[in-house]
């Protein structure tokens, strides 16, 4: 079982990550709250890393800290959440966000992520209550929401980027567009983009 990676971050396109381990290439797939702590391409990142090991593949999932790693992890155990579904709670809310839904049952939040419908957001909502405590998160992310992040690099088209990586986090091309015209601002950087138009989307 792979449980961490350090290495050169070769990479980054959301969701997708390229980090060279000893000169090893591993490809993995991270929500965007944890590129939104990337340093610049050539650098080297730390990674907390599920794997899922599956027939026909074997895919390995990145988190900036062990807390995203186990809030996955347990999304994964609701019945019709899968891990795309999963990267897409976790790069639409913070943690405590998404607990915060839970424990105040808001089925209607949960519904604007991407493959959620009302009946996954009502079985979330029961499968996670007894199960997850805000108290448990407070503390770590209270220091991570207070600590200074680096930005992603601003690419040549950052409008196309950011609904691309929206695309690929399971929104449709329409949606994402509008998303991403509604917030944009001159000379905005990408990451700003996807996460002002992730919080657009959340409050349609």
Request: glycine share 6%.
């Amino acid at each position: 079982m792979i449980g961490f990676l350090r290495g050169l971050l070769l990479q980054k396109q959301p969701p997708i990550l390229l980090v060279d381990v000893n000169g090893v290439g591993y490809e993995l797939e991270a929500p965007m709250s944890t590129f939104y702590t990337l340093p610049d391409e050539h650098n080297e990142i730390a990674l907390y890393v599920h794997l899922i090991v599956r027939e026909d593949a074997q895919l390995l999932y990145g988190f900036s800290d062990q807390g995203q790693r186990q809030l996955f992890r347990s999304l994964l155990k609701v019945n019709g959440v899968g891990a795309r579904v999963a990267l897409a709670i976790l790069s639409t809310f913070s943690p405590l966000e998404f607990i915060n839904c839970i424990h105040l049952e808001d089925a209607v939040t949960l519904t604007r992520v991407p493959g959620i419908g009302n009946k996954t957001a009502e079985r979330m909502i029961i499968d996670m209550r007894g199960r997850i405590d805000a108290q448990e998160y407070a503390q770590e992310y209270d220091a991570v929401s207070g600590a200074e992040t680096e930005h992603l690099e601003v690419p040549d088209n950052p409008a196309q980027d950011a609904i691309g990586a929206l695309i690929a986090l399971g929104y449709k091309s329409a949606e994402a567009n509008r998303a991403v015209n509604a917030v944009k601002e001159q000379n905005q950087q990408r990451d700003d983009l996807i996460r002002n138009a992730l919080q657009y989307l959340t409050r349609r």
